[in-house]
């Protein structure tokens, strides 16, 4: 299938979850931060809910929180929540036996590919969400004085 912005979004609220881990966000706080539409932020929160990565609570005061620190969660788990199928589509039938180039490229594809997957596996498991958190607050100090609509303070009804 290939990658798709479900990584994105799911990286992206998981890291919003982990700076604001005092707290539940709702997913209409998190649709805000991703300037996304909440019913798309709940289909991956729901993801990363059947992962074991987030938890929910309904009702006043209800939300998403991580469920495990964020430490010990990296953008590996992310992707692997949310993405089905291999990053690097494959051909969509077979190539045809009768050319040369068609009846190896099937094969050397797969290999090049499978290798290319597991070093991007291997590089997204050395990154944590934390790592993400730490980076997120270091660039915003950096900036000239601005408040994320999120941060803490009065929860956003």
């Not at 539940?24 to 992962?51: C, K, M, Y």
Request: proline residues 6%.
């Amino acid at each position: 299938m290939g990658l798709s912005s479900r990584s994105a979004v799911a990286i992206h609220a998981l890291t919003m979850l982990g700076r604001w881990d005092d707290r539940s966000l709702t997913s209409a706080e998190i649709a805000d931060s991703l300037a996304s539409n909440p019913v798309l932020v709940r289909r991956i929160l729901g993801s990363l809910r059947d992962a074991g990565l987030v938890w929910s609570t309904e009702g006043r005061g209800g939300g998403w929180t991580l469920a495990l620190p964020a430490r010990e969660i990296t953008l590996h788990d992310a992707y692997v929540a949310v993405e089905d199928g291999p990053v690097l589509a494959r051909h969509a039938h077979p190539p045809s036996e009768a050319c040369e180039v068609g009846r190896h490229m099937q094969a050397l594809l797969e290999s090049e590919f499978r290798d290319a997957e597991q070093a991007m596996e291997e590089r997204l498991g050395r990154t944590t969400i934390a790592h993400l958190v730490q980076e997120t607050v270091t660039r915003e100090r950096a900036l000239p004085d601005r408040a994320c609509p999120v941060g803490p303070g009065p929860r956003a009804s």
